[in-house]
Each structure stands twice: as structure tokens, then as C-alpha cells.
């Protein structure tokens, strides 16, 4: 509010006033990934008129710090190029995001996994948990950073044990990081009894599908599902997060 209000007067005062105003047209403007949702034609006139404001807001002010308008013409020239270099890339980032939420926004039907083998005996589905929100941790005993949010993962599950939430570990080992899958599925075993793993542990195997419904490209990823099989963040916070207790008091877990 403080730029939206004040001008200033005197020497030097055309300057000040031009960055002001330029940084209020900035903000006006927004995020300019938007702009990638754009047809090529429509986005090169979005940038066309970009520059035209930019240019008319030197006019409008008269004589400027000569120094600052070339810093300036340099950034924005940089931003244009960069802008136009970037379109196609980009175009295909954003839409890819848009469909992204399209399938995997809030209140969404989760993708499921059937059948996953658990180390405590038997096959579990991701069905069997209506009813309760479920936490979902998908990781590999090779992956560091998984390892890592284990401590934190485990004061999660014991704190909410009596709590209408499932913890679930989904274990990704496969025999390209083993060397086979009798390998893959022995380091599982090992490292939930090694290091005394809590929750529902499981052991995805051959079954891809879950983890490609998600997008999953990159380890750990958390997930959270709601009690009637919905979406509520499928890129939720880490267990060392303290924006994950936030979210359970905001849902009353």
C-alpha cells in the first residue's frame, strides 16, 4: 500500500516516480507464466504490449537517471529474450500442470494400488483404508532423503496412533537399483526390520501404475488422501515439515 500511495517531489523525483510506477505495473502484471497458456500469436502480442507499457512509462515521467534506464532497458530486454526463448518449453510445462491438476487437484478420486505385498503378511489395497485419512510415504532403501524423514515420520505415526489416519510406506525397490528382484524385496525387509519401521509398510513390486498415476518422477513424495478415497494434497508436506501438523489440525485429524 505504501507505493500504491505515495509520489515523490524534487530533484531526482522523476526517477522514483518511473520505478514506483514500474513496479506497480508489475505488479498488475502478475505472474508472467501465465502468459505461456497463450496461442503463439496472442502471446507475442501480450509481449509486444509488455513492452510498449514498459517504454511508455519512460515517456511519461521525462528525464530519468540515465544509469538507471539503462540498467533497466538491459533487465527488461532480458526478460523478453528470455520470455520468447523459453515459449514452447514452457507451453508444454504449464498445460502439462493444468492437466496435472485437472486429474490430481483437490477433491479428486485418488488414483489406487491394489494388492501391494505387506510386510506383515498378506496383500493390502489402498480400499482397505476408507473411512480415515490416509499419509501416504513413498520411497526406496537406496534413496537418502527418504531415510532421512524416517525419525520425523515415526513421532508422526506414534503421536497420531489413536488418530483416524493411516500412515502407509510404499517401498519402490525394483531390481534396476537392486540387481534383482529377490534383492530388491530382501533390502525391504531388511531395512523395516533394521530399523523398526512403524505404520503399514508395503512393497509395490512389478506394480507400477500407482506411482505413474501420480507423476511420481523424483523420491521421497507424500501424499494425502481423505476419508472417502479423495485427494487432498498429492504432493503433501514432509513428516519434518511443520506445515504437515498444520494441515491435520485444519482437517481435525
Not at 532497458?73 to 514452457?90: A, G, H, R, T, V
Not at 503399514?200 to 521421497?220: H, N, R, S, W
Request: net charge positive; proline share 4%; charged share 25%.
Amino acid at each position: 500500500m505504501f507505493f500504491q500511495t505515495t509520489k515523490y517531489s524534487g530533484v531526482g523525483a522523476n526517477t522514483t516516480n518511473y520505478l514506483i510506477d514500474q513496479y506497480k505495473y508489475n505488479l498488475a502484471l502478475g505472474n508472467t507464466n501465465k502468459m505461456f497458456m497463450l496461442e503463439k500469436d496472442a502471446f507475442t502480442k501480450k509481449l509486444n504490449s509488455i513492452k510498449y507499457s514498459y517504454d511508455s512509462l519512460k515517456k511519461l515521467h521525462g528525464e530519468i537517471d540515465t544509469m538507471i534506464v539503462r540498467i533497466n532497458n538491459k533487465q527488461n530486454i532480458e526478460l523478453f529474450n528470455l520470455l520468447e526463448k523459453n515459449y514452447d518449453s514452457q507451453r508444454v510445462k504449464i498445460l502439462q500442470q493444468i492437466k496435472t491438476e485437472e486429474l490430481l487437484g483437490k477433491g479428486k478420486p485418488s488414483p489406487e494400488f491394489n494388492n501391494y505385498l505387506n510386510y506383515k503378511g498378506g496383500q493390502t489395497s489402498l480400499d482397505s483404508f476408507k473411512g480415515k485419512y490416509v499419509y501416504i510415504d513413498v520411497w526406496a532403501t537406496w534413496c537418502k532423503p527418504c531415510i532421512a524423514q524416517i525419525p520425523f515420520l515415526k513421532k508422526l505415526e506414534e503421536k497420531y496412533a489413536r488418530k483416524k489416519i493411516e500412515f502407509i510406506s510404499i517401498s519402490i525397490d525394483d531390481e534396476n537399483s537392486a540387481g534383482s528382484w529377490d534383492k530388491a524385496f530382501s533390502k525391504w525387509k531388511q531395512m523395516v526390520k533394521g530399523k523398526n519401521l512403524s505404520g503399514v509398510q508395503l512393497f509395490a513390486g512389478k506394480k507400477t501404475t500407482f506411482m505413474e498415476d501420480y507423476q511420481i518422477t523424483g523420491i521421497p513424495r507424500f501424499i494425502l488422501i481423505d476419508p472417502k478415497g479423495n485427494i487432498v494434497n498429492a504432493n503433501a508436506p514432509r513428516p519434518s515439515d511443520p506445515n504437515l501438523e498444520i494441515l491435520f489440525k485444519e482437517l481435525e485429524i
